[in-house]
């Protein structure tokens, strides 16, 4: 299904991205993973995607430094031979009313979240021309398509990334490139674990099916749309969020 195809999922680390990571591999993609630390959840899933036999690379890279993304890329070129997949799904929160954010609450969730996705996409670009073939997907959120309050910073970067994936997608179809976002609702991960209990709880009852999303099932959609029976869906925004945003 995906043999011989490798896959660049940033933020593969932990959470939403190592669950896509595993999935690919299983599979039968090769994976590198960008993470901003080599630590031990980044080697658990290294340790993960090579016990099923795949080759798995970790790069270091702050996604959100240009030179240091591409740099990144030309090594997964080098030892991969190229890329076939990327996932852009690293990103961060820092959540306040608009009143009290900072510059820096601003600048940093814009330049992770959107610039970040942007240029990791501009570092594939060119091995994806070459090949005439190339699968992109991004991790928006439903709050990109519904805005949240304290969450103006995010959700614009996830705004952003709805404009960015229909806008590349137009640009490479032609090429055989697809792009796609997937805007998921309330998952269960690190991310959504360093809220308040109170705020994840109310979060429920605006949950039609009354349950928070799993990592796997974000997962699930993802390999769907980087395999070849979805060739002619581009351009699309896939909410996975319980009916959370209907
Ligand atoms: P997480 O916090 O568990 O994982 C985020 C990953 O991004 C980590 O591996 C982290 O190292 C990496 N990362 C952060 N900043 C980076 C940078 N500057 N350069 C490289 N890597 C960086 O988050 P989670 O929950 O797994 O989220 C993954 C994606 O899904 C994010 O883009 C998030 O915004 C999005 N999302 C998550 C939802 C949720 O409910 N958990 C809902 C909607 C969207």
Avoid: W
Wanted: proline fraction near 2%.
């Amino acid at each position: 299904m995906l043999k011989e195809n490798t896959a660049v999922v940033t933020g593969g680390s932990r959470g939403i991205g190592k669950a896509i990571a595993v999935k690919l591999a299983e599979l039968g993609a090769n994976v590198a993973v960008i993470a901003t630390h080599d630590g031990e959840q980044a080697r658990d899933t290294i340790k993960t995607i090579e016990d099923m036999g795949r080759k798995a690379g970790l790069y270091v890279c702050d996604i959100s430094d240009i030179k240091a993304v591409n740099d990144a890329v030309s090594q997964i070129i080098t030892d991969f031979g190229g890329v076939d997949i990327l996932i852009n799904n690293a990103g961060i929160t820092k959540d306040k009313l608009l009143m009290q954010m900072t510059e820096d609450d601003i600048s940093s969730v814009i330049d992770v979240n959107l610039k970040g996705c942007m240029y990791v996409t501009k570092a594939c670009l060119r091995n994806f021309i070459r090949k005439r073939r190339g699968r992109i997907v991004n991790i928006s959120s439903v709050v990109g398509l519904m805005g949240n309050a304290g969450q103006a910073n995010y959700s614009a970067s996830k705004a952003g990334i709805v404009g960015f994936t229909k806008s590349v997608a137009r640009e490479y179809a032609s090429k055989g490139i697809t792009c796609n976002a997937i805007a998921p609702g309330f998952i269960c991960t690190d991310m959504t674990g360093s809220m308040p209990k109170e705020a994840v709880e109310a979060m429920l009852d605006n949950i039609p099916c009354k349950r928070y999303g799993k990592p796997e099932e974000v997962a699930e959609l993802a390999a769907f749309l980087v395999q070849d029976c979805a060739s002619y869906i581009t351009g699309e925004v896939i909410k996975i969020d319980g009916g959370m945003y209907i």
